[in-house]
Structures are given as C-alpha cells and as structure tokens.
C-alpha cells in the first residue's frame, strides 16, 4: 500500500518563530488532508489539498503532486499551536477512498 | 449541532468481554469510518463503510466487527478476540460525490482501557 512519512517527528519552537513540516508520499494520490491532533484527541482538519496552494490565517500548505510531498507552514508560531500534526492520504478505490496516514510531528511551542 | 458523536468518551474492557463502542453522524454523510491510534503513532483503518449494509476490512480488521444497518450509525464491537484492544478510537465520515466527496471529518474519540 501507499506510504507516508513525515519530518521532523519532533520539533520545538519558541513563540513567535516559523516552521514547516513535510509530508512525502509514495503514489499517485486523490485526497491529502492536514490535521492537527489537540491535547484531548480531537483531530482538526486543517486543509484539504490533493495539489495547490491553500492559506488560512498564520497556517498554509502547499502539495506537489507531481513529486508526492506536501509541506505545511506555520507562521508566528503560538503555544496553542502545539500539538500533533498528521498529514494523511487517499487512493481512490473501486470501495471508497481510505486514508493513510503519517506518524505525525510532535508539535511544542514555548512562550 | 452537525457532527459526529461518539461515545462513551472513556471505556474499560474485562478480560473475554465484548464491548461497543458508539458513532453517530447527523452531516448525512454515506460514508463512514473507523481507525485506532496507538500512543506516539498515527491512525489506522480498522473497517469502513460506503453505503447502509455494505462494508470492508481495513487494514487491522482482526477482533473488530462492525454493522451498518442505519446511515448516520456505525457501531464497533470490540471482541474478546482482540487481545490487546488498549487503544484510542476514532470513527470519520465523508459525503461521497464529486463535490467536495473526498473531505474525512473525525469525532471525539473513544479510550479503551482493560481492566
């Protein structure tokens, strides 16, 4: 099946400071997806971007397809930016479209 | 509120017991999901469903079962065959289609303890 890696696994910041994750896929996909997984569990989606370029606020993303890696920037990072963040991935099947997912990058911002 | 409602939030299981854990959607969304998080690891597909009465193993299927008999529920049950069911469990749903068809939103979760 598709495979999903993301860097770093880890990654701590002071307030204020940029950032930007990676997450490289192995095939041809039909649906990527950001999350970002709170203290409690709860995953937020954040974007969806199969390709382009996408902002919201201090976050955006950007997915080559071309070359199957998508990176996420977080500007001015804050402490409720911490958190887990997976990056997660599709094929279209003739059941359905299933998501794989990333190990996820462990998030800390310091004040 | 629309969403995805799972429940109970925390769950402990006895050694041989079967247990269900709940997922509720009211976003009429056909398809729906189920995955395990182990800590420090990401989410993998235990069973999924496109449509009522119809649904297929993922990836971890073993000691799982599943029903869909109504489109905004799809119970899990977590069965004594799992023998190490200490997880956290979280169930998704999608609106297939076209448009905007391909978009996972995720519920709360469940966490299963064994006693």
Redesign the interface.
């Known amino acids: 099946?598709i495979q999903?890696e993301q860097s770093p696994p880890d990654l701590i910041l002071q307030e204020g400071a940029n950032s930007t994750l990676r997450c490289n896929f192995s095939d041809s996909v039909?649906?990527l997806?950001w999350?970002h997984q709170n203290p409690?569990?709860?995953?937020i989606?954040l974007f969806?971007i199969?390709s382009g370029t996408k902002q919201n606020g201090r976050l955006s993303a950007t997915t080559v397809a071309t070359e199957r890696y998508s990176l996420l920037y977080i500007s001015s990072s804050q402490t409720t930016d911490s958190g887990v963040y997976?990056c997660?991935v599709?094929v279209q099947e003739t059941?359905?479209?299933?998501?794989?997912?990333?190990?996820?990058t462990q998030l800390t911002v310091n004040p | 509120d629309g969403g995805i409602t799972q429940s109970p939030k925390y769950l402990f299981r006895k050694e041989g017991q079967n247990v269900t854990l709940s997922c509720e959607q009211n976003l009429n969304h056909d398809?729906m999901?189920w995955?395990r998080?182990d800590p420090g690891?990401?989410?993998?597909?235990i069973y999924?469903s496109?449509i009522v009465n119809d649904f297929?193993k993922?990836?971890i299927a073993e000691g799982y079962s599943v029903s869909r008999e109504k489109k905004e529920s799809f119970p899990l049950t977590v069965t004594s065959a799992q023998k190490n069911p200490t997880a956290?469990y979280?169930c998704?749903s999608?609106r297939?289609g076209a448009r905007g068809g391909?978009?996972?939103?995720?519920g709360?979760?469940t966490?299963l303890s064994v006693l």
């Not at chain 2, 391909?102 to 995720?106: D, L, R, T």
């Open positions: 099946g999903v039909n649906n997806q999350f409690w569990g709860q995953l989606n969806y199969p997976f997660a599709a059941s359905g479209s299933r998501l794989t997912f990333g190990e996820g | 398809a999901y995955y998080q690891q990401g989410l993998r597909l999924y496109q297929q993922g990836d956290f979280l998704a999608r297939t391909n978009i996972q939103y995720f709360a979760g966490r």
